[in-house]
């Protein structure tokens, strides 16, 4: 039964970070309703920065988990106002955007690659000692416990920003509804600004700890599809939604890999996609759109 | 630079022109965003090479078969996803692509993800050109005729297009099936021109590269399609010693022409006999005889 | 005869009833107007039939036969076209393309035809240029052509719509509020267009209206829906005088254009 256990804590800390990961993705596509298709490049910047703080520069971790999410929410900004903010303007249909954020994502993952930084696997150093805690005989890594902890604390902050804060409710205000949201008087502009800071924060967070967990690498970006099934799953545009469908995934993820076949790991990923687009597109939480004639 | 590199170039050129007149089908004229299609590449192809290695086929006929694979496979997967709007849409074509690769990864009988070494190398230039001439010729008649402007109405107006009789639903498979055939014998003929296959040769980078290639031609055009295709395909090839760069400024170049000229080279126009014709009486002093009207025949 | 008829026809979106048992039948050539304030659910009722929109009690009859659970296509192809409230015009084609691509359906070639270019996709081709060309200058597109449809000048697309939507060779033609945005001048020659399409068309149409000018000038009868309630039903002199529609629409003789 320890066996059991042990899987659910795996799969409740792989499911917290692909958690950040999706939450981060969900609120974008809230608001602007388009999938941000560079939100992987971003996770991994916010790996090396991570990685590279504490190695290189020898920072210690908490100074580096700081570095990691604010650079990460500024890059997040910029490639707003440079890949997405134009198209924006010009009212470009949803898919431009798509593209466009390839473009991005495919030239951040190969410029880590070109640079004198390489396409070489990093690991990073412990931070959190190697003994594990051990509650009712089950082991639980130290690590496992803090990217929960500090998921769930981030999350937490997220909801408190976007329930109890002004600006939160400008951003549900402009998830409702962008145009009368701006008509209202809400400063969309800052407002988008502020949204993909904040994902673009999450991800670095989301970055580092996986960094953490296993190893940096250019293509870390990859794992972005894992948050957008787990988004779609739980239902795009909600942001409980992406939780609860992070966590399913974490978990189903790792006891099919654990019971089944390391192999079947990836693959469950799609089979689960594929269900929920047949059995109930829009997810376990999503809203449905008609469109009116 | 000798005769035997260009050949190459030439040949790698006009197998991801295949694929992309396909693509360009689905996605430039039926107005559907696939994120999948080296999937059915990859179904092509693994189908083709059973063929002629484990029934002793000949090349085309093989071909054929592959293409018919990867269109049943798209019939199934158009089943399921074809009802679902826009976004969904693309990340479902996107998880089916993936899928398909991880599978073929695992099955053992295809030799897993180390490959399919020792495919006959039946694929050269004259094929290539002979397919592509079909294929193009192909797409063209379609594309001129009711059921091409059916397809362009569904990506124009969806909803308008069902309340004049048009089967979207029926149309939109159409588009899908004919893309994956073209996409399979892409992948057949890819497969038989390396001499081996492995799934990762068909990753999302390589379905992110289809549709780019479709853009960057300009959606509606064939002329785009096929300028786009060689010229993205023979490009970084010509630029091999900036390799690891190459993708890099591909990226960048993906978000400028994003934000500068979207509607891509041709911008949506087809070059045409009748085109050109249209483009000189238009030139001042003109030359040649007063256009009669291009486009489709009035 | 009856060409349409609704029967105790209700459509809920959760918990709200956009349309209530609504009954009411249109006779073959007649021209029948829908009224009604805004959110009335006038359009509801046009989706409704044209199947964009499934009823959720009822029926719909066309020429007898049931269209409750058909395709939006299958509907066309009874014979049944509409425009809609927001001109939905095929944009970036041009006048001529739009009419050309609705007159499909009068070719029957396949795609196996149109690839080798056999006689037959000759012959039905030439046959749907012509249709085109006739629909289009019956409507008189016919120096507007070559232009892209998003060109065009409003009260034009409007009319192209409306080209678009005859070139099936409807039974029922469904006008969404096609005066919508024109001034009295405009109005006035759509109503006469309307008139004439009928008669030399041989159709029976349907018009949602908030030009009180032109249903009153063009429809024989009415109803009036309030709340997605049939509020009454009648001639336009008989509606006009109905202290019920009087009270809940019509006010003065002002109308609410929007």
Not at chain 1, 102 to 122: D, K, Q, W, Y
Not at chain 1, 233 to 253: D, H, K, N
Request: aromatic share 10%; glycine share 12%; net charge positive.
């Amino acid at each position: 039964m320890s066996g059991f256990f042990q899987q659910l804590i795996n799969g409740l800390s792989i499911g917290s970070v692909y958690a950040l990961m999706a939450v981060g993705y969900s609120l974008v596509y809230s608001i602007m309703n388009f999938s941000n298709f560079a939100h992987g490049g971003v996770i991994m910047i916010g790996a090396y920065i991570g990685f590279f703080a504490m190695t290189a520069f020898e920072m210690p971790f908490a100074v580096a988990f700081c570095l990691a999410a604010f650079g990460t929410g500024l890059l997040a900004v910029v490639i707003e106002r440079v890949a997405y903010s134009p198209l924006r303007k010009r009212n470009a249909p949803f898919l431009y955007f798509i593209i466009s954020a390839m473009g991005v994502s495919i030239f951040l993952e190969n410029i880590i690659i070109a640079s004198p930084i390489g396409p070489t696997f990093r690991t990073y150093p412990r931070v959190f000692g190697t003994t594990p805690f051990i509650v009712a005989g089950v082991n639980i890594g130290r690590l496992d416990v803090m990217m929960f902890v500090i998921s769930a604390v981030s999350l937490a902050l997220l909801i408190f920003i976007i329930e109890k804060t002004r600006t939160g409710m400008g951003i549900r205000a402009s998830a409702y509804n962008l145009r009368a949201s701006a008509l209202m008087g809400v400063n969309t502009d800052r407002i988008i600004l502020i949204v993909f800071g904040l994902g673009g924060l999450l991800a670095g967070i989301a970055g580092i700890l996986f960094g953490m967990k296993y190893t940096v690498y250019p293509q870390i970006g990859n794992i972005t599809l894992k948050s957008f099934i787990a988004a779609v799953f739980g239902g795009l545009g909600s942001l409980p939604g992406a939780v609860i469908g992070s966590i399913l995934l974490g978990i189903i993820e790792t006891f099919t890999s654990g019971y089944l076949s390391s192999q079947f790991r990836d693959l469950i990923a799609f089979v689960l996609l594929i269900f929920i687009l047949v059995i109930r597109p829009r997810g376990l939480m999503g809203k449905t759109t008609e469109d009116k004639a | 630079m000798d005769w035997f590199y260009i050949k190459g170039i030439l040949i790698l050129s006009g197998i991801n022109l295949m694929a992309v007149l396909g693509l360009s089908l689905l996605t430039g004229f039926t107005g559907l965003f696939s994120f999948g299609h080296a999937g059915f590449m990859a179904i092509g192809a693994y189908v083709t090479a059973m063929g002629t290695i484990k029934l002793g086929l000949p090349f085309v006929p093989a071909l054929l078969l592959g293409a018919t694979g990867a269109a049943m496979a798209s019939f199934f997967i158009g089943r399921l996803t074809l009802n679902l709007k826009g976004d969904y849409f693309c990340i479902a074509t996107l998880g089916f692509g993936e899928a398909i690769r991880l599978i073929l990864d695992n099955v053992q009988y295809f030799g897993g993800a180390r490959g399919w070494p020792g495919i006959p190398v039946s694929t050269n230039l004259t094929t290539v050109v002979i397919l592509d001439i079909i294929g193009i010729a192909v797409l063209a008649n379609l594309i001129r005729s009711r059921h091409g402007r059916n397809f362009k109405a569904i990506r124009e107006e969806e909803m308008a297009s069902q309340t004049i009789g048009i089967n979207v639903f029926r149309y939109k498979m159409t588009a899908l099936m004919i893309s994956a055939a073209y996409a399979g014998i892409a992948g057949g003929l890819l497969g038989h021109y390396l001499g081996f296959l492995q799934p990762k040769m068909f990753q999302f980078v390589k379905s992110t590269e289809l549709t780019i290639t479709v853009i960057f031609g300009g959606l509606g055009s064939i002329s785009g399609s096929v300028i786009g295709a060689l010229v993205l395909t023979s490009l970084p090839e010509l630029l091999r010693t900036f390799a690891i760069w190459r993708l890099v400024v591909y990226g960048a170049a993906v978000v400028f022409i994003m934000i500068t000229r979207p509607q891509g080279l041709m911008g949506g126009y087809e070059i045409t006999p009748t085109n050109i014709k249209k483009l000189f009486s238009r030139l001042p002093g003109s030359v040649g005889k007063k256009q009669a009207v291009g486009g489709d025949k009035k | 005869m009856k060409v349409l008829e609704l029967k105790n026809v209700t459509k809920q979106f959760g918990g709200l009833t956009a349309v209530g048992n609504v009954s009411f039948e249109v006779e073959k050539d007649s021209i029948f107007g829908l009224i009604g304030p805004n959110g009335a659910g006038k359009t509801t009722i046009f989706n409704l039939i044209t199947g964009i929109y499934k009823v959720t009690e009822g029926e719909i009859l066309f020429e007898g036969r049931g269209t409750n659970s058909l395709e939006p296509y299958r509907v066309a192809e009874m014979g049944i076209t509409r425009t809609f409230q927001n001109i939905r015009l095929f944009k970036k084609l041009t006048t001529y393309d739009n009419i050309l691509t609705a007159c499909h359906h009068n070719a029957r070639y396949s795609l196996l035809d149109a690839v080798i270019r056999n006689r037959k996709f000759k012959a039905e081709e030439k046959g749907l240029f012509e249709q085109a060309q006739e629909l289009m200058s019956i409507m008189g597109l016919e120096d507007r052509k070559d232009v892209v449809a998003g060109n065009l000048p409003y009260g034009l697309q409007r009319r192209l719509e409306i080209a678009r939507a005859l070139a099936s060779r409807p039974k029922l033609l469904m006008l969404d509020e096609p005066a919508a945005g024109m001034n009295p001048d405009e109005t006035a020659r759509l109503m006469e267009l309307i008139k004439e399409i009928r008669d030399r068309f041989n159709l029976t149409v349907v018009v949602i209206e908030h030009h009180m000018d032109l249903i009153m000038g063009v429809c024989e009868r009415i109803v009036v829906l309030n709340f997605g309630k049939k509020l009454a039903e009648g001639t336009a002199q008989q509606v006009q005088a109905n202290p019920k529609v009087i009270e809940a629409y019509l006010g003065e003789k002002e109308v609410v254009v929007c």
